[in-house]
């Protein structure tokens, strides 16, 4: 077999099973990081458990990442799901810029080093884990991914009846 399809095939393999989990294999969110305080940039506390009852897409990003300026401008076509977005952004000022032309309609959280322990190293952006409405985690992807993408790892998390 040659050895470009061989990789094709390695990739799709491992492509499906960071995304697509099944929910009897997703792992469940940490207590911890359930009940974690947050802090939104328009200065509102809130946690991760806050989202209990609905799917929930955590997306880690950059302000400047034009991927994942992209990736935003999709979630914010989902209807009938919960987006947190965490910033991974160095400089607030390029941040808040961000913030008041794309005028996200979810909450928008400045990444901590205490995330870690719930998500591990975030080293690419745009990452985005997906969550069950129990706070399972059911798939994830360190890589950009477009409408349909999104839509087949949402068709894939329990209890959600989401559309574009």
Do not use: W
Not at 27 to 51: A, G, N, V, Y
Not at 84 to 110: G, N, T, W, Y
């Amino acid at each position: 077999m040659d050895s470009k399809i061989k990789l094709a095939i390695v990739s799709l393999i491992f492509f499906s099973v960071l995304v697509f989990l099944p929910h009897s294999h997703g792992r469940s969110l940490p207590h911890r990081c359930r009940i974690m305080p947050l802090r939104t940039t328009e200065d509102r506390t809130i946690r991760i458990e806050d989202f209990y009852g609905k799917p929930l897409i955590i997306v880690f990003f950059e302000s400047t990442c034009l991927a994942c300026q992209k990736e935003l401008g999709v979630l914010k076509k989902i209807k009938n799901k919960n987006v947190l977005a965490i910033s991974m952004d160095a400089h607030r000022q390029l941040l808040e810029e961000f913030l008041k032309k794309k005028k996200l309609p979810f909450p928008v959280v400045v990444y901590s080093s205490r995330l870690e322990k719930c998500f591990g190293r975030i080293t690419r952006v745009p990452t985005l884990f997906f969550l069950s409405s129990e706070l399972f985690v059911t798939g994830s992807s360190d890589s950009p991914l477009g409408k349909e993408e999104i839509a087949r790892a949402l068709e894939k998390t329990p209890s959600c009846h989401c559309n574009f």
